[in-house]
């Protein structure tokens, strides 16, 4: 069980699986505040593994093994509220291990067993480097996830908007048009008292004015093509990156306070594919900034020069914390997928550079 804040609901939810049902755990489940209590009641530093003895009582710290993750030291004390733990679980063997993220506990994980001695002090520690190291590739794909809902939703009110304003008002109008119509010729039959030449002008009037609704539609028909034809050809070059990066850039700084500015170099025309790698890679080299800097500012720069894109990507050394070449690794790769090159630059020893030239 995985118990973590969601920043984005502002609540914590539960992720619970097992061996008979493990995908149950990527489908998280509100929790409530009692229960909320009761699994985060241990000391937020804590980690702790929990055995049974089978055979007659023995001491508690027989039982238990308790082991303060930030001082790096076990502890010899009464664990206290872990016997509660135990108690809500029901289990003959159990570890827990808080889960940290920036330096701050966000929830608290839990493994069970109906197994008593299934687990030992090196389950805690394997639990603990795991979360070290995927916490941020999850807060990484998280991140991302957000910017492409936020962008899905964005084309959806775009699309919305242009549906409105192309088809629905069109035939709004053509519906009123024939309502006039259909009303100045019914009062015209409707009438004993019209001449036939007065009957004849109003049909005349009528033919005059469906022929204008008959134009009308005509125009709205291409109008509707025309969209349908952009539809079809968004995956031709247009200028959408730094656009995409800015909204992405604002996001990133209200969440993490790392002030990024953008600067795109002449116009960045490229293809929607190219746009969506360049993109994922800025997205990653903001993230190393933010997790392996002590960086306060970024600086994304782009342009399209001699048939490449030109990324660079540069953050001050607040701290003397440059980005070391082996952190850039899964960067690098992505980088040559797309047959370019990488290279670190240090400016002025106050900032370091990830330039990055793809051919377009």
């Not at 992720?15 to 000391?43: C, F, K, S, Y």
Request: aromatic share 6%; net charge negative.
């Amino acid at each position: 069980m995985l118990i973590i804040f969601d920043s984005d609901k502002n609540e914590y939810m539960l992720h619970r699986a097992d061996r008979r049902n493990p995908e149950a755990g990527a489908l998280p489940q509100p929790i409530n505040a009692n229960l909320t209590r009761q699994m985060l009641v241990l000391p937020s530093t804590y980690a702790i593994v929990y055995n049974r003895e089978m055979k007659g009582w023995k001491r508690w710290d027989k039982n238990f093994y308790i082991y303060d993750v930030e001082k790096g030291e076990r502890l010899h004390e009464d664990p206290g509220a872990a016997h509660a733990l135990v108690t809500l679980f029901d289990a003959e063997a159990l570890v827990t291990v808080p889960v940290n993220y920036h330096n701050k506990v966000i929830g608290r994980t839990y493994l069970t067993s109906q197994k008593s001695l299934d687990f030992d002090h090196s389950d805690a520690d394997f639990l603990l480097q795991l979360f070290k190291q995927v916490m941020p590739l999850l807060d990484n794909i998280r991140l991302v996830d957000r910017l492409a809902s936020d962008a899905a939703e964005e084309e959806r009110r775009r699309i919305a908007g242009n549906i409105h304003d192309s088809v629905i008002q069109p035939y709004l109008g053509l519906q009123l048009g024939l309502t006039g119509v259909r009303e100045r010729l019914s009062s015209s039959i409707a009438d004993p008292d019209r001449s036939k030449q007065e009957i004849i002008e109003t049909v005349a009037g009528a033919v005059s004015r469906i022929e204008h609704l008959i134009e009308m539609t005509n125009m709205g028909v291409a109008e509707l093509r025309r969209y349908i034809s952009g539809l079809k050809d968004e995956g031709e070059p247009v200028e959408s990156l730094p656009t995409s990066v800015r909204r992405f850039a604002a996001k990133f700084t209200r969440a993490t306070g790392i002030d990024v500015q953008i600067i795109a170099e002449g116009k960045i025309i490229i293809n929607d594919r190219l746009a969506a790698e360049a993109f994922q890679i800025i997205a990653e080299g903001l993230s190393n900034v933010r997790r392996h800097t002590q960086a306060r500012r970024a600086l994304i720069k782009m342009s399209c020069l001699n048939d490449q894109l030109i990324l660079s990507i540069e953050n001050d050394n607040a701290g003397g914390a440059a980005i070391k070449p082996f952190i850039l690794r899964s960067i690098a790769g992505h980088v040559e997928a797309l047959g370019g090159r990488m290279r670190i630059e240090g400016l002025d020893d106050v900032a370091t550079a990830v330039i990055i030239e793809i051919p377009l």
